[in-house]
């Protein structure tokens, strides 16, 4: 299978809608679906723009969406970095964020997958701001086909 184009999702244009504030010497962001200030490391600025892009060009419910929730995984606790609930409150879409420096590889998507297990969300996405991917889930198949944009809501 050859790669897959990328979604332009062009999320560098919700950068002016983040809420930043400078504490001592470390640059924050108001989190979008927490409302609390967190630090801005770059995972987090891309985790940021996604969710606003989510919210404004998706039409996702932010109440549907959360951020770092706890999941187990081979009895080891790990965190989600956005986790999207359809309207029956099942989880619909699971998205692994990296910094903008790293290359969105085969582990990355293989990380998702691995996080996906105990939810078994029928879309995975992995982004790293600059590229995005996303994917459908075939269970019973045992596959995935990556798609050309995120899926409606």
């Known amino acids: 299978m050859s790669k897959p184009q990328p979604l332009d999702l062009r ?14 010497n470390r640059r924050m962001v108001m989190g979008e679906i927490r409302r609390k200030w967190l630090v801005l490391q770059p995972e987090e600025f891309v985790r940021q723009l996604l969710i606003h ?5 998706m039409r996702y419910n932010r109440n549907r969406i959360t951020v770092e929730r706890g999941v187990t ?19 619909f879409l699971l998205i692994e964020c990296k910094a903008p420096q ?3 590889s085969t582990d ?3 990380q998702a997958t691995h996080y996906n297990g105990p939810l078994r969300v029928p879309y995975l996405m992995v982004s790293n701001g600059r590229e995005s991917y996303v994917a459908a ?4 198949a045992e596959a995935y086909k990556f798609l050309p944009m995120v899926p409606e809501w």
């Open 102 to 104: 790293v290359p969105l």
């Open 73 to 91: 995984i081979g009895g080891e606790p790990r965190r989600t970095d956005i986790l999207v609930f359809d309207q029956h409150m099942r989880p």
């Open 137 to 140: 889930i075939d269970y019973e």
């Open 108 to 110: 990355v998507f293989r």
């Open 53 to 57: 892009f989510l919210i404004q060009d």
């Open 11 to 24: 999320l560098e244009r919700f950068s002016s809608r983040l809420n930043l504030r400078m504490e001592g």
